[in-house]
């Protein structure tokens, strides 16, 4: 949490340069935002989402952090 707002690691946009994306575990759906990390407004469209009241801070998910995780879904995905 950075200042009763929660931190979400996200995802580059392939469709927006410098915009980020993350899950949204309450939705179940992507949520899209405009470039560069810090505090956004929620885009929930679960009215029971934490996430309305309080927004979130975006920060990017590190490139070497991304790779590791690019290669273990392919992994699964090959089981």
């Not at 949204?24 to 407004?41: I, L």
């Given at each position: ?5 929660p931190v979400i690691k996200a ?6 340069k410098g915009g980020l994306m ?11 935002h405009g470039r560069g990390e ?42």
């Amino acid at each position: 949490m950075n200042n009763k707002h929660p931190v979400i690691k996200a995802l580059p946009r392939p469709d927006f340069k410098g915009g980020l994306m993350f899950w949204c575990p309450f939705c179940q759906e992507w949520h899209r935002h405009g470039r560069g990390e810090g505090h956004r407004v929620a885009h929930c469209s679960n009215p029971e989402s934490p996430f309305k009241e309080t927004g979130y801070v975006l920060k990017l998910i590190p490139k070497q952090m991304r790779r590791k995780l690019v290669k273990s879904l392919k992994e699964s995905l090959s089981e």
